[in-house]
């Protein structure tokens, strides 16, 4: 089974703070994909990185993969209320070619 | 609606009895996964169906649980003989093909109790 780790497990900050969530494996991926979860809703997707080293920017959202395509980060500038809710990580699973393995998530909160 | 739709939104459940969780894909989709999602945890895959092919089944964590899906349209995921640790929401998503971006339900959350 291919792990994805992420950290940190929790992040509770204000407004208008900054923040990087990690989601980290020993195995190499063809791409990884973050998806924010709301509750009581399914995830839905932000962004796939496909290339080692790759950047992605939507809004204040900056997404990287890492050199070797085993690492991904998440950057949020200027926390806003609306991005409360929880990140996942994902990557193709092994077994089974289309499905995803999933990290644990991130839960963010962002208070006024 | 034009999103993937499941039902019934929340199951309660004594444990030792079968439940049957319905989705609905998007129309036209031709890939349906199911998933769960425990309290506190990431989803694990439990069985992916792609057109007319034999389902993936990988994911499955015992023989209690069994999926149906029937043309490109509604699926149904059973679990019979419920335990405690069957808990947790099930997703289901579908995709315009296999690779394509998975678009998810709301999921059913499962308690047994």
């Known amino acids: 089974t291919q792990l994805l780790e992420q950290s940190p497990q929790f992040l509770s900050i204000q407004e208008g703070e900054n923040l990087t969530v990690y989601c980290n494996s020993s195995s190499v991926f063809s791409s990884l994909q973050w998806y924010r979860q709301e509750p009581g809703e399914g995830p839905v997707l932000l962004v796939t990185?496909?290339?080692?080293?790759e950047v992605k920017k939507l809004k204040r959202l900056t997404f990287q993969f890492g050199d070797a395509r085993k690492d991904s980060s998440l950057h949020i500038t200027a926390a806003q209320p609306g991005d409360t809710g929880l990140y996942l990580c994902a990557g193709e699973n092994s077994n089974s070619g289309y499905a995803l393995n999933f990290g644990k998530g991130t839960s963010l909160l962002v208070t006024p | 609606g034009a999103g993937v739709s499941q039902s019934p939104s929340n199951k309660v459940t004594e444990k030792g009895k079968d439940v049957e969780l319905r989705c609905d894909p998007i129309s036209g989709h031709t890939a349906l996964y199911w998933y769960r999602q425990r309290l506190g945890q990431g989803l694990e895959f439990l069985i992916y169906f792609q057109g007319n092919s034999a389902p993936d089944k990988s994911g499955l964590p015992s023989d209690r649980f069994s999926a149906e899906r029937t043309g490109e349209s509604v699926s149904t995921l059973t679990i019979q003989r419920t335990q405690q640790e069957d808990s947790a929401v099930y997703l289901c998503a579908s995709s315009l093909a296999p690779s394509a971006e998975q678009f998810f339900g709301p999921g059913t959350r499962l308690t047994v109790l």
């Open positions: 990185v496909v290339t080692g080293g």
